[in-house]
């Protein structure tokens, strides 16, 4: 079967990786293969949903945690709308406001978003 592709809204993706610790960009990768090979059939502790039509892939390494929030497009298609590190038990609420706020944008077309080859 086909993988899923990658998109991503102004360089979300890339900018986050570039911030990363060599460990985590790693572990971010690992998982981002999962998710092309299994798309939406990918489930917890990979994937979790952020709210209606908003999941996050969720990373960890280095005891930090980090997410890349994305929500799933026509053509098999997997678009990233923001990504942080989760620093406390919770998601924080602002991290999930500027994901749906991104989400609107990019289901409106009001930006356009970039292919991305998530080897890095």
Avoid at 55 to 63: Q, T
């Amino acid at each position: 079967m086909q993988n899923w592709k990658f998109k991503q809204y102004k360089n979300v993706v890339y900018s986050f990786l570039d911030s990363c610790s060599e460990g985590m960009r790693e572990a971010l990768v690992r998982r981002l293969d999962l998710l092309s090979e299994r798309g939406n059939e990918l489930r917890e502790p990979f994937t979790k949903s952020l709210g209606p039509g908003l999941f996050e892939l969720r990373g960890k390494a280095d005891n930090k945690e980090a997410r890349l929030a994305f929500i799933f497009m026509p053509n098999r298609t997997i678009c990233f709308v923001h990504a942080f590190f989760k620093k406390t038990r919770t998601t924080s609420s602002n991290d999930i406001k500027f994901a749906k706020k991104n989400k609107k944008i990019v289901e409106k077309g009001e930006e356009k978003t970039h292919g991305f080859n998530h080897i890095h």
